[in-house]
């Protein structure tokens, strides 16, 4: 069974960094497309970033290079960075695996809190 486990949230002051990590078990993160989301009170889960099978990585506009997306394959672990935080970051994080092949539907981690705030 799939189970992603997010943890590193936390409180930091706008300016500072975070790094939040996707701990993966059941799956390998290595041969799957994954992602992290975020959802803000009252708003709809949105996109943040997704690392390809090959490494490649894209990002949602409103990251403008403040986050990174990585994964090590020995830990099985999916990771983003995040620097420069801003209050508007704001949100519970979550890591998804992008269902595909064999495995068509997508799993979900539970979330992480992140509050920017001074």
């Known amino acids: 069974q799939v189970q992603l486990v997010e943890s590193g949230g936390g409180l930091v002051q706008p300016g500072g960094s975070l790094r939040l990590s996707c701990a993966a078990s059941?799956?390998?993160?290595?041969?799957?497309?994954m992602g992290w989301y975020r959802q803000a009170p009252g708003k709809q889960r949105e996109w943040v970033a997704d690392?390809?099978?090959?490494?490649?990585?894209v990002y949602a506009e409103f990251v403008e290079g403040r986050f990174t997306i990585s994964r090590d394959n020995a830990k099985n672990t999916v990771y983003l960075q995040m620097n420069s935080l801003k209050p508007e970051d704001t949100a519970v994080y979550y890591c998804?695996?992008?269902?595909?092949?064999?495995?068509?539907?997508?799993?979900w981690g539970q979330g992480t809190q992140v509050t920017v705030s001074s």
């Open positions: 059941g799956t390998i993160v290595s041969i799957n497309r």
């Open positions: 998804k695996q992008y269902g595909s092949g064999n495995t068509p539907r997508d799993y």
């Open positions: 690392i390809y099978i090959s490494g490649g990585a």
